[in-house]
């Protein structure tokens, strides 16, 4: 997600603290919102699937490997 589209995200947010947003805003809002967080979901994901753990016995687990192909879809 880009700059911009971050920085309307927080236009309409404080738009809607003063003023109210009309329902095409709102709709807008919405959108941005759910692309912002699908864009921080895949981010994390990705930083989680690059995580490796040091076993008490000295071996080395790739939780990327052993859960990154999991299906985690958030239907929220």
Known sequence: MNQDKIDRIN????KSQAV??????KAEQAALRKEYIEAIRKNMR??????????????????????GDADVSHNN
């Open 20 to 25: 109210g947003l009309t329902e095409e805003e």
């Open 46 to 67: 990705s930083a989680l699937n690059n995580i490796s753990v040091k076993e008490a016995d000295g071996s080395i687990t790739d939780l990327g490997k052993k859960y």
């Open 11 to 14: 236009t309409l947010y404080h």
